[in-house]
């Protein structure tokens, strides 16, 4: 069955940078997309990213457009959150998932189980 | 932006009663609709597409509708393992999405 292993979270300080992996398994990666979300503390979920199946597609939420950036290495099967300039309404758990569809409707299929994140000084 | 609203943010509910929660956009998504589940400590798990379709192994008392601007997700018998909060996620602006606040299912 599909897997994924988020990495890479911690304490960092304000305006510092983190960079998460995601790395998956049991399935077919160069041909899926793949979304970053978070959940700040006792907060809801909030999309963050998408990459396509090849890399030459990314968007971003206005959140963290310009901060953050996202990329995949599907030789290693993973994907990344570059997190720059890091602020602490920032601080929240970050989840990798796959793309999922059907016809043309779109969703995040397989969750991680996600990797925390803390920024404070 | 496409802004997704929930109601109620949390209910009290007995096993076997029926519950509804209510999502609205602040513009037509069409069926453009998603719904997830999460559990406390846990990922969410995707439920619904398309406003009403059931992703293959979500139980059927798990029900959707609607379309445009106003959704629904029901339980038609809720269910211990129900217990969790519940988000809808609007697919129309993909590959952007967006997510509503949340509603948390809790035992009365």
């Known amino acids: 069955q599909v897997q994924l292993v988020e990495s890479g979270g911690g304490v960092v300080q304000p305006g510092r940078s983190l960079r998460l992996s995601c790395t998956a398994s049991g399935l077919t990666f160069s041909t899926s997309g793949m979304h970053w979300g978070r959940q700040a503390p006792g907060k809801g979920l909030e999309w963050v990213a998408v990459?396509?199946?090849?890399?030459?597609?990314?968007y971003y939420a206005d959140s963290v457009k310009g901060r953050f950036t996202i990329s995949r290495d599907n030789s290693k099967n993973a994907v990344y959150l570059q997190m720059n300039s890091l602020r602490p309404d920032d601080t929240a758990v970050y989840y990798c998932a796959t793309n999922g569809r059907e016809g043309v409707f779109y969703y995040m299929d397989v969750w991680g189980k996600g990797t925390t994140v803390t920024v404070s000084s | 932006d496409i802004q997704m609203t929930q109601s109620p943010s949390s209910l009290s509910a007995s096993v076997g009663d029926r519950v509804t929660i209510s999502c609205r956009a602040n513009q037509s998504i069409t069926f453009y609709l998603n719904w997830y589940q999460q559990k406390a400590g846990e990922a969410p798990k995707h439920l619904i597409y398309g406003a009403s379709s059931l992703r293959s192994g979500v139980p059927s008392r798990f029900s959707g509708s609607g379309s445009g601007t106003h959704f629904t997700l029901t339980i038609s018998s809720l269910q211990p393992e129900d217990f969790a909060t519940y988000y809808c996620?609007?697919?129309?602006?993909?590959?952007?999405?967006?997510f509503g606040g949340g509603t948390k299912v809790q035992i009365k």
């Open positions: 996620q609007q697919s129309y602006s993909t590959p952007s999405l967006t």
């Open positions: 990459i396509s199946d090849d890399g030459s597609s990314k």
